[in-house]
């Protein structure tokens, strides 16, 4: 109880803090609106999505509700009476596994891993026409654990439980999660990126491109180059046509408040010769080590031209943020706080963390991940309007873990990147969403959570959704329409189930964002 008070009590004095510092005049030229104020088709207000990186879901929830002491003999998670079970990895999957290795249990002192192979050609060869036997030898990366003992390629079939990701599973303990979701397309995080707020990775402008390589097939993103509009990219940068929309368009047509907050986005100084901002912030992991806190191809506005905040500009006020002026809805972490503890909160949050906490195999850990999903979650509830909003929790891409399901693919490919069912073949290639090729889907299964007082207790949802099903949700709710010309929205299923708009629950769950374990519920 102390914890929570004092919890109750920092997030307060912060609120506190930011009013006082603030001019009044800095709250002028919104007329007083925040998201409260939009019209919604649902009792969600606010929709926070975090948007993490580079997690299949028996990776992280493939035994689910059943988790196995640590090594140093710890125990976090117990799992509720009547919780339902998933779509997991059964006895005969995690002994007679079809794929060279078989999964086994990545302990918390595990934690850190490298990266797997996550490409869209070796993430289709991997599933093998539907045999899921190949992750080994095209999705595994050989890697050594804390002790310097080589794991091998083998990796790749790793999983951890709810005694790492301790967190998460008490999140789907208390609310509701779905176990038949998938990345949008095969491939990395440029594409399940773009697929969020677009349902459309086809459309790379010619006049655009630079040393893109494979990177782009068929006028489709399919890896991982930085996007063109923004001036702490890379030297491999595309960008996406001007007749193309995002939800950040419509949304700002509508003139509904939204915007996108990442960790490390506000410029660390210009570059003298260039004249180019730079982006070099750092922050620290957990085990001590430093890692660069901006990625800009996480950063999929930046790829249209007409949502890009190039120089990273700051908002001109805080009562400005999710409105539109120079920084064009495209914001650092910090400034969703400044706006939420203002009263300010937009309708729609895209929430993305520094490099260190988003999760990504090698640069982050799940120790890491959950310190940014559990402080930002309390954050949250401490909030007047955390009866109107509801967080979404999604992942990028699969980064190459083992996950034993495959998902339906609607819409096919044949182009030279494409493998699923052969060489240059992800069935015949035909599709009935554009015709547009190198977008082969749907991709891997990864966790899909939602923490609201609008979201079911306890409850496993098994609707087919993507990625794409956030942008439809978001569609929907604020009466948008649909993105159009090929986009994967108008085919995705609903994140609807997850919730119960019929009856608002009175309580809050915070837990310990280095343990994962629930320290305080309450009720209003």
Same mark, same amino acid.
């Given at each position: %109880?102390?914890?929570?008070?004092?919890?109750?009590?920092? !997030?307060?004095?912060?609120?506190?803090?930011?009013?006082?510092?603030?001019?009044?005049?800095?709250?002028?030229?919104?007329?007083?609106?925040?998201? #409260?104020?939009?019209?919604?088709?649902? @009792?969600?207000?606010?929709?926070?999505?975090?948007?993490?990186?580079?997690?299949?879901? #028996?990776?992280?929830?493939? +035994?689910?509700?059943?988790?196995? =002491?640590?090594?140093?003999?710890?125990?976090?998670?117990?799992?509720?009476?009547?919780? @339902?079970?998933?779509?997991?990895?059964?006895?005969?999957?995690?002994?007679?596994?079809?794929?060279?290795?078989?999964?086994?249990?990545?302990?918390?002192?595990?934690?850190?891993?490298?990266?797997?192979?996550?490409?869209?050609?070796?993430?289709?060869?991997?599933?093998?026409?539907?045999? %899921?036997?190949?992750?080994?030898?095209?999705?595994?990366?050989?890697?050594?654990?804390?002790?310097?003992?080589?794991?091998?390629?083998?990796?790749?079939?790793?999983?951890?439980?709810?005694?790492?990701?301790?967190?998460?599973?008490?999140?789907?303990?208390?609310?509701?999660?779905?176990?038949?979701?998938?990345?949008?397309?095969?491939?990395?995080?440029?594409?399940?990126?773009?697929?969020?707020?677009?349902?459309?990775?086809?459309?790379?402008?010619?006049?655009?491109?630079?040393?893109?390589?494979?990177?782009?097939?068929?006028?489709?993103?399919?890896?991982? =180059?930085?996007?063109?509009?923004?001036?702490?990219?890379?030297?491999?940068?595309?960008? %996406?046509l001007s007749t193309n929309k995002n939800v950040g368009d419509l949304l700002t047509a509508k003139?509904?408040?939204?915007?996108?907050?990442?960790?490390?986005?506000?410029?660390?100084? +210009?570059?003298?010769?260039?004249?180019?901002?730079?982006?070099?912030? *750092?922050?620290?992991?957990?085990?001590?080590?430093?890692?660069?806190? $901006?990625?800009?191809?996480?950063?999929?506005?930046? $790829?249209?031209?007409?949502?890009?905040?190039?120089?990273?500009?700051?908002?001109?006020?805080?009562?400005?943020?999710?409105?539109t002026d120079q920084a064009n809805h495209q914001y650092d972490l910090s400034d969703f706080w400044?706006?939420?503890?203002?009263?300010?909160?937009?309708?729609?949050?895209?929430?993305?963390?520094?490099?260190?906490?988003?999760?990504? !195999?090698?640069?982050?850990?799940?120790?890491?991940?959950?310190?940014?999903?559990?402080?930002?979650?309390?954050?949250?509830?401490?909030?007047?309007?955390?009866?109107?909003?509801?967080?979404?929790?999604?992942?990028?891409?699969?980064?190459?873990? $083992?996950?034993?399901? %495959?998902?339906?693919?609607?819409?096919?490919?044949?182009?030279? *990147?494409?493998?699923?069912?052969? =060489?240059?073949?992800?069935?015949?290639?035909?599709?009935?969403?554009?015709?547009?090729?190198?977008?082969?889907?749907?991709?891997?299964?990864?966790?899909?959570?939602?923490?609201?007082?609008?979201?079911?207790?306890?409850?496993?949802?098994? +609707?087919?959704?993507?990625?794409?099903?956030?942008?439809?949700?978001?569609?929907?709710?604020?009466?948008?329409?649909?993105?159009?010309?090929?986009?994967? #929205?108008?085919? *995705?299923?609903?994140?609807?189930?997850?919730?119960?708009?019929?009856?608002?629950?009175?309580?809050?769950?915070?837990?310990?964002?280095?343990?994962?374990?629930?320290?305080?519920?309450?009720?209003?």
């Open positions: %109880m102390i914890r929570k008070h004092l919890r109750w009590l920092t !997030a307060g004095v912060l609120a506190c803090n930011l009013t006082l510092m603030t001019p009044f005049s800095a709250f002028a030229g919104n007329n007083g609106k925040d998201g #409260d104020d939009f019209k919604s088709d649902t @009792p969600i207000k606010h929709l926070v999505v975090i948007f993490q990186e580079n997690v299949s879901f #028996d990776h992280y929830f493939g +035994t689910y509700p059943h988790a196995e =002491p640590n090594l140093d003999k710890s125990v976090y998670f117990h799992a509720k009476s009547g919780t @339902p079970t998933v779509n997991g990895l059964n006895i005969g999957l995690l002994t007679h596994n079809p794929n060279s290795a078989q999964p086994f249990r990545l302990d918390r002192s595990q934690n850190h891993t490298c990266d797997m192979n996550h490409d869209y050609t070796p993430e289709q060869q991997a599933v093998d026409a539907g045999l %899921m036997d190949k992750f080994v030898e095209f999705a595994g990366t050989a890697c050594t654990d804390a002790n310097e003992v080589s794991l091998g390629k083998g990796i790749v079939m790793g999983y951890y439980d709810g005694n790492v990701v301790t967190g998460l599973w008490n999140y789907a303990q208390f609310f509701a999660m779905n176990d038949n979701s998938y990345g949008t397309v095969f491939g990395p995080s440029t594409p399940g990126a773009l697929n969020l707020i677009s349902g459309q990775t086809w459309g790379v402008d010619p006049a655009a491109q630079v040393n893109t390589g494979g990177d782009v097939v068929a006028d489709s993103v399919i890896g991982d =180059p930085d996007p063109f509009y923004d001036d702490c990219s890379g030297s491999e940068q595309v960008g %996406m003139g509904i408040t939204w915007g996108w907050f990442q960790g490390g986005f506000k410029p660390t100084g +210009t570059d003298p010769k260039t004249g180019k901002v730079q982006c070099n912030a *750092a922050t620290t992991r957990l085990d001590g080590t430093v890692v660069h806190a $901006y990625s800009p191809h996480h950063e999929p506005f930046q $790829y249209y031209k007409s949502t890009s905040n190039q120089k990273h500009l700051p908002p001109t006020s805080v009562s400005m943020i999710g409105f400044n706006a939420a503890f203002s009263g300010n909160l937009p309708a729609v949050s895209f929430l993305k963390a520094n490099r260190a906490q988003d999760g990504h !195999a090698n640069n982050s850990t799940p120790l890491d991940e959950q310190v940014f999903l559990v402080d930002t979650i309390n954050k949250l509830q401490s909030l007047s309007e955390w009866k109107e909003i509801a967080v979404v929790i999604a992942w990028d891409d699969s980064d190459g873990w $083992y996950d034993h399901q %495959m998902g339906p693919i609607v819409n096919q490919s044949a182009t030279a *990147a494409d493998a699923l069912s052969g =060489p240059g073949m992800c069935g015949t290639g035909t599709n009935a969403l554009g015709g547009f090729q190198a977008r082969c889907g749907y991709g891997p299964r990864l966790p899909l959570q939602v923490v609201s007082p609008w979201a079911k207790k306890n409850f496993v949802d098994g +609707t087919l959704t993507d990625q794409s099903s956030i942008l439809r949700f978001i569609e929907d709710n604020w009466d948008l329409g649909r993105i159009g010309d090929g986009s994967f #929205d108008t085919i *995705a299923g609903p994140i609807n189930n997850m919730f119960d708009f019929n009856h608002r629950r009175h309580d809050k769950v915070f837990l310990d964002t280095l343990t994962g374990q629930v320290v305080a519920t309450e009720s209003e």
